[in-house]
């Protein structure tokens, strides 16, 4: 998985101090964005209603296994 060592906007580039969030947008089953932005870049991306959503880089344990049996895989 990922590495929550560089934490930097992909969105405006700046490095993010605080909380880190994820945009994501998804159109027909394919991920069109799906970048980790600060703060204000996810105030901007809500206003854009994309989805975004707060990383808990702290407990990244716990979020993994919350994403269990929500999302049932189809294909493959
Ligand atoms: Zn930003």
Same mark, same amino acid.
């Given at each position: ?18 909380? !880190?969030?994820?945009?994501? +947008?998804? /159109?027909?089953? #394919? ?8 703060? @204000? ?12 959503? !707060?990383?808990?880089?702290? +407990?990244? /344990?716990?979020? #993994? ?8 895989? @189809?294909?493959?």
């Amino acid at each position: 998985m990922r590495k929550p060592m560089d934490r930097i906007c992909q969105h405006c580039g700046a490095l993010i101090v605080g909380n !880190a969030y994820r945009v994501t +947008s998804e /159109e027909e089953g #394919t991920t069109l964005l799906n970048m980790i932005v600060c703060s @204000l870049c996810f105030v901007e991306a809500k206003s854009l209603h994309l989805h975004a959503e !707060a990383i808990n880089i702290r +407990s990244k /344990e716990a979020s #993994t296994r919350n994403r269990g049996s929500h999302r049932p895989r @189809l294909g493959i």
